[in-house]
């Protein structure tokens, strides 16, 4: 080995250095260095010389000189970034370009092409890899590219290798050593091309001929090699039709993949439709936006809107191939609601698969993949997910096969450093992610707090950071934020707040930090000021003025969370994208699939206030940092203030360790698992079978899940309220288990004598010992037995169609039937009093303690009429002012109207609409529950703004102001409107000027 004890303290030194420069640590305060790191300069020379010759004679590189050449790669990375560097820093970032070439690591070398300023740096044959590297990877070349079959070669057009390597000799040049170097380095990084080129990899995983992906190889939007994750992937069969679990880090690859898999199997023929399937709608938009634009040339990609209703393209039919993408949910409405069947389907893609362990959403994930398990017959199936230990018992859960699954070990990722903030030995220690748990290095660490003026010159102050302050979240807050002002010349952040009331608090902090004048231009000026204006009156029109957001937004830092009001969430990570935006705050959602390019990512805590975050969700969110392509390096800096005490310093040093990642085990256990509960110390336990024996008990009661409820108060002796969140999970799941019951029987008309059949198709059941086993095939007879006492084919439809479960339907059923909902139909759907009386008798909603069925009717009055969150916060304070209930606030009623009206009572709707039409015998009122539900959904008071909801953007409050200048004679059809809206171009370019560019855009590509 090269890098031997003393290089790697070299190496240690070198990335200190640029730590240093980075962090921006004062001079006085740094280090003496008792060893020159630039003496390792000729180490990686001879490191990558010896990869060189070694890829050349065997085609791979044995462990040890892997090794040298990552310290390699991570050494000139390092040099690069020093500011004593500058005037080296081509030559640096061009041989780092080369190592990492070699390694198979293609994103950082990308990046790091990225960065150099002149190819010329190092001589002609330098220059010649740099053009060719430019060309694999952004597909650039100009009629000077002196290698026109090597391109020809990489475009499927040519395949004699031995031609193409005579055409590199003889371009290059012997003028100097750096030539000699280069010639080597050309030649093998050519041969390695052409080895792993998708022209040649994708013909053999595929056994699709090359004439067949010649059309795609030309494309400038279609890959030129494959990168090491789609080439596990292709090893494995999924590019020729097989089932696969994908278990591959985050940034690696995934979703490029996802496109190989569905253009091989559309190559193959016989796949007309393939269903992708997201759990969040705002990374389902983001895949059928990556699909659209990679596959349109073969397939037309359909994005299902977020409303429980039939999208008009389903029944269209297309000459192409169709792509369509779906939540969880929406695809278990549409299998149950329209003709498509999973039988129908010839390709199956499920992303972020471990959440079938979810408590809220993993049972229905689950029970969706096992019914599609069950009736796919012919077609095939892919799960990915980033993080699972286990992926082989999910395997053979799924395809009966463990080995059919791939995993991410010794893929090649960008390298990310962990910091920890130790106020106690006034340093930063870094680690490597994914390294040994030895200290690294560590950088010094002092922060003199700032003592900041009011600026009504009252003689009041406030600090900064405010160490001292007696709230965790201020401090660990004013730590991240310290360090996100400090580090904003190094790249865009994130700073990770779990707990969402906390980035309301967080914003609250940040304005007035800024009222009081501190400065925000390190951020700032790195940003787009136009934009920031933009996003601020965007909040402005939709939380007022006042809010913390609206105020806090020209400091350069923004929100990033699931509830946020119209499209400032999707405007946000636009801006991010283009760069306008330097800097997020974000809860958990930045871990559930949304792509962001940051390269630093600051924690302040590891609870969300009900439990502490998961090693698997930790991952994935550290997945997120410095993304392959756009960043080298990242850095994780843990800011929270609990790091002083060695337990919770334990706990972050576990979250970190990919040994420590979770399996994936159904949700549905929770019906089984004990129940425990402290009380004054004492530990008190329910067994989970006894809790089993109570729900089958029980069975058939209305109020089953009260009366858990308060048999495990009075067993825990303990306030219902400490006991009802884990009923609620167990609840979730039965009601799951019911769904899933009668979808098979609604779809095959299962009898007894297949009911262990059907459950034994169930992740659950493959997950239990025996004596779980019994009790859930009891539970499936119990569910079968309910179904044939009681009005069977009837009762079985309404559970099918609604997913409300057995009890809530059942609720459902006997409200269809009462002169309240009679009245309610006949009056065109309008009295929402009446709605929301039912909602709350039958869903049992779990909300603010202020909130009553009188206020929440009240609210989605407004909702629906237009009024912002100020707002409707102001009418509901009025209307609480005499009472004693607690009060609302902003962060409060923008919950209620993004979860509980949007979603929660929108889809209430659509179950009314399914039991009118089974109980009734009738659809005469599905076009007003249609019209409502879509009302509630957008928070619109018409037809033409929900279509440009579904159509356009979905902005409430900015769809209204288009909508205005459509006129009050314009339809909702959607040629007519997209005619309308031409017409008044003008006019609606003048209404969306003030407004994030990213709703413009969107506006311009509708109209194209």
Known sequence: ???????????????????????????????????????????????ISDALDLLSEKGELDDGPKRDLSYTASFLNAAANENRHAKKADSYWALACTAYFLLGNYGSSKFALSRISSKDVLGHNARLFLSIIDYLFNCAKDESFPLSLFVSYMEGRFEDKREVAEEVRQNLT????????????????????????????????????LSSWEPSLKSNKFGKLLWQAQQRIGEKGAFAGKDLFIQLP????????????????????????????????????????????????????????????LDGWLNLGDSKPEVLVFTPEKLSFVLHHSELRATDIDLFVFDESHLIDNASRGPSYELLLAEIIAAKENAQLVLISAVTSNPDRLSEWAFSDPSRCTTGDG????EKTIGF?????????????????????????????????????????????????????????????????????????????PQRSNVWAFHERIAELASFGLDFSRITSLSDPEELERIARLFALHYGEHCAFSKSASSGILPHFGTLQGALKQAIEHAMRTGAV???????????????????????????????????????????????????????????????????????????????VEKCESAILSLFEDVTLWDRKVKR???????????????????????????????????????????SEKITSLEAVENYVANMADAKGEQMSETKTICSNTYAYFCMDDDKQELLIKLFEAIYDHFEEQDGEQRIAMVAKTQAGIRKSTALRNWIVTEECSSFLKGGCSNLALLVDAFFDIEHPNHQKWLTAQGLAAIARMWIEGANIESILAQVENDCASSKRSRPSLESISKVTAETVSYDLSHFVSQVSDASSIVLGTKEHEENLLALQKRLKYGVSGMVEAQLCEELFDDRLVVKEIAAVLGPSATNRSVALKLNALIKRAQIEHVLEPYPTLLMNRFRTWLA
């Open 174 to 209: 012997e003028d100097n050593a750096a030539d000699s170097f280069f010639a080597d380095v050309v030649s093998t990084c050519t041969a390695l091309s052409m080895e792993y080129a998708a022209a040649t990899l994708l013909p053999r995983y595929s056994g699709i001929p």
């Open 685 to 727: 336990r329910v067994k989970g079978s006894d809790i089993a024996n109570f729900i089958l008990e029980h069975f058939d009661d209305g109020d089953l899940e009260s009366k858990l409820v308060d048999a495990l108060a009075s067993a825990f002796r303990c306030a219902p309220e400490k006991i009802s969140r884990n009923v």
């Open 411 to 414: 893929i090649e990722s960008t």
């Open 421 to 497: 903030l130790s106020r106690n030995t006034g340093s930063i220690d870094f680690f490597q992610y994914g390294g040994s748990a030895d200290l690294n290095y560590f950088l010094p660490y002092h922060i003199s707090a700032l003592t900041l003026p009011s600026p009504s010159h009252d003689g009041t102050t406030t600090q900064f950071p405010d160490l001292k302050a007696s709230a965790k979240r201020r401090k660990s807050g004013d730590l991240a934020l310290f360090y996100s002002i400090r580090l904003a010349h190094g790249g865009p952040a994130a700073i990770f707040i």
């Open 1 to 47: 080995m090269i890098f031997g004890r003393r290089s790697e303290r070299g190496l240690k030194y070198a990335r200190t250095r640029a730590k240093i420069d980075e962090f921006m640590v004062d001079s006085d305060e740094m280090p003496e260095f008792a060893f020159d790191s630039d003496t390792l300069c000729f180490e990686s020379v001879l490191a």
């Open 250 to 309: 985050t940034g690696s690859g995934k979703t490029k993949s996802i496109e190989l898999i569905i253009r091989s199997r559309i190559l193959a023929g016989g796949c007309d439709t393939s269903i992708v399937v997201a759990p969040l709608r705002a990374l389902c938009s983001e895949i059928s936006k990556d699909l659209e634009d990679s596959l349109g040339d073969v397939a037309c990609v359909h994005h299902a809107s977020d409303i429980f209703e």
């Open 582 to 660: 330097r800097c997020v705050s974000c809860t958990s959602t930045l871990a559930q699939g949304v792509n962001l390019p940051i390269r630093y990512l600051l924690v302040t805590d590891r609870s969300n206030g009900f439990e502490n975050t998961t090693v698997r969700d930790f991952q994935n969110l550290i997945g997120r940092t410095a993304r392959a392509g756009k960043y080298s390096e990242g850095s994780i800096i843990v800011c929270d203030v609990d790091l002083e005490n060695q337990r919770a310093r334990r706990a972050y040093r576990r979250l970190f360790e990919a040994s420590a």
